[in-house]
C-alpha cells in the first residue's frame, strides 16, 4: 500500500476535484479501500472521504471546505481475508478556500 497522492507539498483548491492515487497490491488481492482525511498533520484522521471503495488506483475526490496547512491523506486496504495495510502521505498538503 503506497499513497501516491497527494503526498505532501500540494495546495488544494476547496469546492474542487483533486485525484487521490495509490498503489496497492496483496498475494490474495485487495478487495476495497477506505481513504481519511487529517488535517492536524495525520495526527488523527476523522473525515472519511471514501469507504469500500474498489482498488482502482484513483478516486476524483471532491474537495470539502476545510481550510488547513497541515492535510494528510490516509489509505487503508483490505484483502479477503480482511487483513489490511496502511499509508498515508508523507508530507502535509494545503487545504485552501477558493
Not at 470539502?64 to 497541515?70: A, E, V, Y
Request: glycine fraction near 8%; hydrophobic fraction near 40%; aromatic fraction near 8%.
Amino acid at each position: 500500500m503506497t499513497v501516491l497522492s497527494p503526498n505532501g507539498g500540494q495546495l488544494i483548491d476547496a469546492q474542487t476535484t483533486f485525484p487521490i492515487t495509490w498503489i496497492a497490491n496483496d498475494d490474495i488481492a485487495v478487495t476495497r479501500l477506505d481513504i481519511n482525511l487529517s488535517t492536524d498533520g495525520g495526527a488523527s484522521f476523522n473525515t472519511v472521504v471514501a469507504a469500500g471503495i474498489p482498488n482502482t488506483g484513483s478516486y476524483l475526490w471532491s474537495v470539502n471546505d476545510t481550510p488547513t496547512t497541515r492535510g494528510r491523506i490516509r489509505l487503508i486496504a483490505y484483502d479477503a481475508n480482511f487483513q489490511s495495510a496502511v499509508d498515508k502521505s508523507n508530507a502535509d498538503f494545503t487545504l485552501r478556500l477558493a
